[in-house]
């Protein structure tokens, strides 16, 4: 990055006013970007669907729309249906549902359907000034979200929506920098969205591949051999219960009241730690050696069962010695028994194993019924085979994952820089 522009945005991020910028109500900007209000550049949709029949939707944070039976798993009719506003192509709807990712509602663009029908209780909205693509990225990017928070009344809710005025949402400004910047802009961060929905892609392909390997390289239910294998291996598997080729380990906290417990730098484990990846190798909550003292320690390779709430049916695999919750059933496999083929098996088995769970407020499935599991298993010499394969997959994985990471990352350091004009674009 050249020193003059990194020397702009530090001063425009410490509010100092650089050569070529002034100050608006909605930060610095270049002095040939206008300002306007959301009112001064879009028309409020309004015709309702009534009789007519159009697909309905919904707004998923982070996703955009979505069918909305799909979502809810049903069909509208009625007069609730008839009070639906029509949106087409290219048009605006703002959702005032709260999320963890849209803590002030979610503003997509219709892009892959012609028309349909969006409940009346979202703000829909036309631009009758401006590139589309451009708003789009903006209102993704957040950027109203300040001005939104100081308008909404944060102590009443009107069934589950936050409670904003129409002319409220369409009293927010936004900048308007010249439409061939605004173009440019939208082209540099759509190419950007192209190679993250690739990776995306890339991602799920590999996944897809994992759950047709992991479906044709284990026994089928009733089956003692599975429909795909490594060469050289001919032998029916076997099936035994899961205490009985393991040893189970169900964590426990240490006391919290005695602060000496925690803080240090030895691994402790909770349902928090596993959401998705393979492998633990820092933790949350960390013990010190007298709170480490007070568990179970657990070897290298060790694999983890969420066994309690509504991650039950989460798998890990430690990288290092540590101990773990009450929450989480540990499996330490016995010496014919390879790690890496019992965290793969337990995966696979996960869901099943998740049916286990008893009928309660709060889904649990209890050491002994855990154990009680029956699991096939090969020979340790393909055990080994197989648990490598799918380790080797994995790590394929998180790599993409990785990159799928960095590129969601420069998108997002991109939407900072050019939609507030902190950085130019070249026409």
């Given at each position: 990055?050249?020193?003059?522009?990194?020397?702009?945005?530090?001063?425009?991020?410490?509010?100092?006013?650089?050569?070529?910028?002034?100050?608006?109500?909605?930060?610095?900007?270049?002095?040939?970007?206008?300002?306007?209000?959301?009112?001064?550049?879009?028309?409020?949709?309004?015709?309702?669907?009534?009789?007519?029949?159009?697909?309905?939707?919904?707004?998923?944070?982070?996703?955009?729309?979505?069918?909305?039976?799909?979502?809810?798993?049903?069909?509208?009719?009625?007069?609730?249906?008839?009070?639906?506003?029509?949106?087409?192509?290219?048009?605006?709807?703002?959702?005032?549902?709260?999320?963890?990712?849209?803590?002030?509602?979610?503003?997509?663009?219709?892009?892959?359907?012609?028309?349909?029908?969006?409940?009346?209780?979202?703000?829909?909205?036309?631009?009758?000034?401006?590139?589309?693509?451009?708003?789009?990225?903006?209102?993704?990017?957040?950027?109203?979200?300040?001005?939104?928070?100081?308008?909404?009344?944060?102590?009443?809710?009107?069934?589950?929506?936050?409670?904003?005025?129409?002319?409220?949402?369409?009293?927010?400004?936004?900048?308007?920098?010249?439409?061939?910047?605004?173009?440019?802009?939208?082209?540099?961060?759509?190419?950007?969205?192209?190679?993250?929905?690739?990776?995306?892609?890339?991602?799920?392909?590999?996944?897809?591949?994992?759950?047709?390997?992991?479906?044709?390289?284990?026994?089928?239910?009733?089956?003692?051999?599975?429909?795909?294998?490594?060469?050289?291996?001919?032998?029916?598997?076997?099936?035994?219960?899961?205490?009985?080729?393991?040893?189970?380990?169900?964590?426990?906290?240490?006391?919290?009241?005695?602060?000496?417990?925690?803080?240090?730098?030895?691994?402790?484990?909770?349902?928090?730690?596993?959401?998705?990846?393979?492998?633990?190798?820092?933790?949350?909550?960390?013990?010190?050696?007298?709170?480490?003292?007070?568990?179970?320690?657990?070897?290298?390779?060790?694999?983890?069962?969420?066994?309690?709430?509504?991650?039950?049916?989460?798998?890990?695999?430690?990288?290092?010695?540590?101990?773990?919750?009450?929450?989480?059933?540990?499996?330490?496999?016995?010496?014919?028994?390879?790690?890496?083929?019992v965290f793969t098996m337990l995966e696979n088995e996960a869901d099943k194993i998740k049916k286990l769970a008893a009928t309660q407020a709060v889904p649990i499935i209890n050491k002994t019924t855990f154990g009680e599991t029956e699991i096939s298993y090969p020979k340790k010499g393909e055990q080994q085979q197989i648990?490598?394969?799918?380790?080797?997959?994995?790590?394929?994985?998180?790599?993409?994952?990785?990159?799928?990471?960095?590129?969601?990352?420069?998108?997002?350091?991109?939407?900072?820089?050019?939609?507030?004009?902190?950085?130019?674009?070249?026409?």
């Open positions: 990055m050249k020193s003059d522009v990194a020397k702009r945005i530090e001063s425009i991020n410490n509010g100092i006013i650089p050569e070529g910028y002034k100050k608006t109500k909605v930060g610095i900007m270049p002095v040939e970007w206008e300002r306007y209000k959301l009112s001064d550049i879009s028309d409020e949709l309004t015709e309702k669907a009534g009789n007519k029949t159009y697909e309905t939707l919904s707004i998923s944070a982070g996703i955009g729309f979505v069918n909305q039976a799909n979502k809810f798993g049903k069909e509208l009719s009625g007069k609730q249906y008839e009070k639906y506003i029509v949106l087409r192509k290219g048009e605006f709807s703002y959702n005032k549902g709260n999320s963890k990712k849209y803590p002030q509602g979610c503003i997509y663009q219709l892009k892959d359907r012609d028309e349909a029908a969006v409940p009346n209780v979202f703000e829909s909205f036309h631009l009758n000034k401006g590139i589309n693509d451009f708003y789009e990225q903006l209102f993704v990017s957040g950027f109203l979200n300040c001005q939104l928070f100081a308008k909404i009344n944060h102590g009443v809710r009107d069934d589950g929506l936050l409670n904003l005025k129409g002319e409220d949402f369409y009293s927010c400004y936004v900048p308007f920098p010249p439409l061939p910047e605004q173009q440019k802009i939208a082209e540099i961060l759509s190419t950007q969205d192209k190679l993250i929905e690739l990776q995306e892609c890339k991602i799920n392909q590999l996944k897809t591949l994992k759950k047709g390997y992991l479906q044709k390289m284990f026994p089928k239910k009733g089956c003692n051999y599975p429909e795909l294998r490594f060469k050289g291996f001919t032998d029916p598997w076997e099936q035994r219960k899961l205490s009985e080729i393991s040893d189970i380990v169900t964590g426990t906290t240490p006391p919290t009241k005695d602060k000496e417990n925690y803080g240090g730098n030895r691994l402790f484990v909770s349902p928090a730690d596993i959401q998705g990846n393979r492998y633990i190798d820092k933790t949350t909550t960390t013990l010190t050696e007298k709170g480490f003292a007070l568990g179970r320690e657990l070897r290298d390779g060790t694999t983890l069962f969420v066994s309690i709430g509504s991650t039950i049916g989460k798998v890990a695999q430690i990288k290092d010695s540590a101990t773990t919750n009450q929450q989480i059933n540990a499996v330490i496999p016995n010496d014919d028994m390879s790690d890496d083929f648990g490598s394969y799918f380790r080797n997959l994995d790590h394929l994985i998180t790599l993409h994952q990785r990159k799928l990471d960095e590129e969601k990352q420069k998108k997002k350091a991109l939407m900072q820089l050019l939609l507030t004009g902190k950085v130019r674009v070249k026409l």
